[in-house]
């Protein structure tokens, strides 16, 4: 039986391989694309919100709005050739990338709604229209990357801790969104945010057997996190899901 003492040893040594083996890749330390905030500053974050862009207009009426509508998510701003580096025996051709997409824009849209809709002691109510009193969501998936079944699969038996770790940091799957949120009556631009995020780091991780499980799970934590974030009281914090996780899935 594993003690927390060692759990917490396989993690170090498996955030050591990470690091040895190129876990800091140019995907991960890259700004964030501009795309579907050309207009905005992407570099400005609010610490509040764990994302790598936050802006909130601060002259927004707190406590004014309690409706929400989450309009739009949609992965036409995604790059032509983003397809590519999905590419497995599992996804062979462009077609079946989009198809998975348009699944995992859907998927973010579902879980925004009834997030919001079970969130305990919630203030907002979710509308299918642009209503006074109300948010606007649009959403732009900007970059994703599905997982590689085949290569993954085989690290799950690999009984060296942090293995898998260091294998996945030289292609990860990930996702990277862009939002603008307006009033609901005058169209006004209230916020914008964004975030690339990877999955979380296990020391065994069955979710990046599959090809979308992974991208599934990191819209969930962004649905999470936008649902606590509108829900919050003003200026308090939002926490992170995290970066490692210890169960497997």
């Known amino acids: 039986m594993m003690t927390l003492g060692s759990i917490v040893k396989n993690v170090m040594v498996g955030c050591a391989l990470v690091a040895t083996a190129g876990c800091a890749t140019n995907d991960r330390i890259k700004p964030l694309p501009t795309t579907f905030l050309e207009d905005r500053d992407t570099t400005i974050k609010d610490d509040t919100l764990p994302l790598s862009h936050a802006w909130i207009d601060p002259e927004h ?37 989009e198809k998975l997409a348009q699944s995992l824009a859907d998927y973010f849209k579902q879980k925004l709604v009834e997030k919001t809709t079970k969130y305990k002691n919630g203030t907002f109510s979710v509308t299918d229209k642009a209503e006074e009193h109300g948010l606007v969501f649009d959403f732009a998936i900007t970059e994703l990357e599905f997982s590689h079944p085949v290569s993954k699969a085989g690290m799950l038996l690999v009984p060296v801790p942090g293995a898998s770790v260091a294998f996945s940091a030289v292609s990860d ?77």
């Open 61 to 97: 009426p707190h406590g004014y709005y309690t409706k929400v509508y989450y309009r739009s998510v949609t992965v036409d701003r995604l790059p032509e050739d983003a397809w590519r580096g999905s590419m497995s025996t599992f996804l062979t051709s462009k077609a079946g990338y």
């Open 173 to 249: 799957p990930h996702v990277a969104f862009a939002a603008r949120v307006y009033d609901g009556k005058t169209g006004r631009l209230l916020a914008t945010l964004g975030d690339r995020r990877f999955p979380p780091i296990r020391l065994l991780d069955v979710n990046k057997v599959t090809l979308s499980s992974s991208a599934h799970e990191i819209v969930t934590d962004w649905a999470d996190i936008i649902v606590e974030g509108l829900n919050r009281d003003e200026f308090a914090k939002v926490s992170d899901r995290g970066i490692f996780r210890l169960l497997p899935w």
